[in-house]
């Protein structure tokens, strides 16, 4: 009993240092990456990824996506003129949405003094409506519509959370402190008049956006009469769908910014926001994932060279062809129960270097036993 448990405490503390080496070996090739400047941008794309686009890609060419039923938007890239704006915004309102966010910030008066009026005068008239304005984060300064200050008019802020190096947007703004004041969003303001209630709690925080691929109802400005069915009791984006200054790189690819922004709203509403593990947790959770990998490889190989076997079979099952095999099906199964996971709970657990330790776990075998060789000589030479 006690030699059978002395071999499965070897044969533990085997594979434990085996996974060790594993994520050793990563750790070296990442710090290299990271620290020298010819990989530069292969780091920044790797800090930059998360397995969370790699599911949002399954799921965008395997499964028929959706159409909102909520969110409908109304693109008026080519609309100009406020005099137009204006009577667009009545002719929405005149439809009854539930919500009429209104993605366009009016940066100051313009010399169209009747223009002007008319936009100023449809806000005050447009009860449904919620309008977007931007904060300034070097000067801690707000840009507002020309109409504000004005208490009968919603206003919420459309700022994009910043990211020193990351290219991709990910997350919308609940609130934003901002002068010693917290201030919400136009997200958050978007959808709690929609939902009638408070639909999550003002604070100073993120929302990790669910971008589960689904389609919206994208009606021209001058269309609306045919299209009246999609903004009644809905909620109505007016924004640009097609002005490069406001597009955006999301994990569905190139995105304009209203339609980010209706991904925001359905998540916020559906409460199926994206629930990331801490790193400590992926961290463990990644170990525990190469541990049961490495010891897979390591009684696949026993399996492989059993002595009862013809010399040839148990030749074919130890060459690098099967044990990559047995690797890339280890693989392909943790990346299944990850996926399954995230459609189901909507839980993003990085697995990157787990996955990344796995493909090293050869290299790991070897430099151990070399390791445990040279141990072993120097404990002979001192004997």
């Not at 609306?224 to 999301?250: N, P």
Request: some cysteine.
């Amino acid at each position: 009993m006690n030699n059978q448990k002395k071999k499965t405490d070897h044969y533990l503390v085997r594979y434990v240092s085996i996974t060790l080496l594993a994520f050793g070996i990563v750790g070296v090739y990442a710090l290299l990456a990271l620290n020298l400047k010819v990989f530069s941008p292969v780091a920044k794309a790797i800090g930059d990824y998360s397995f969370e686009d790699f599911y949002y890609q399954i799921l965008g060419s395997t499964s028929e996506q959706d159409t909102s039923r909520v969110v409908t938007i109304v693109d008026m890239t080519e609309l100009t003129d406020r005099r137009q704006l204006a009577e667009l915004m009545m002719e929405v309102e005149s439809f009854h949405p539930k919500v009429m966010g209104i993605d366009i910030v009016y940066e100051g008066l313009k010399e169209d003094t009747i223009g002007n009026q008319m936009v100023k005068e449809a806000a005050k008239e447009c009860h449904t409506a919620v309008f977007a304005y931007k904060l300034i984060d070097r000067t801690d300064e707000a840009i507002h519509s020309f109409f504000m200050p004005d208490d009968s008019i919603k206003e919420g802020f459309v700022n994009m959370p910043r990211q020193l190096y990351g290219g991709l947007k990910r997350s919308l703004s609940i609130g934003r402190t901002h002068q010693g004041e917290l201030y919400p969003s136009f997200l958050k303001l978007v959808a709690d008049q929609y939902a009638d209630q408070e639909v999550v709690e003002l604070a100073d925080k993120e929302l990790r956006i669910n971008f589960t691929p689904r389609k919206f109802q994208v009606v021209h400005y001058d269309s609306l009469y045919e299209y009246k069915h999609l903004i009644t009791d809905r909620i109505v984006l007016l924004g640009a769908m097609k002005e490069e200054s406001d597009m955006h790189y999301t994990p569905l690819g190139k995105m304009a910014g209203t339609e980010l922004l209706a991904f925001g709203v359905e998540t916020l509403l559906k409460n199926n926001k994206v629930v990331k593990f801490p790193t400590w947790l992926s961290w463990i959770v990644s170990f525990v994932v190469a541990l049961i990998a490495v010891i897979l490889r390591s009684l696949y190989l026993q399996f492989a060279k059993n002595e009862q076997r013809h010399p040839l079979v148990s030749a074919l099952l130890s060459t690098e062809l099967a044990i990559g095999l047995v690797v890339f099906v280890i693989v392909a199964m943790t990346v299944w129960v990850s996926f399954i996971l995230f459609c189901k709970f909507n839980v993003s657990v990085n697995l990157g270097f787990a996955i990344a330790a796995m493909a090293f776990a050869f290299t790991a075998t070897n430099l151990y036993e070399t390791i445990v060789k040279l141990f072993n000589k120097k404990i002979k030479k001192k004997s």
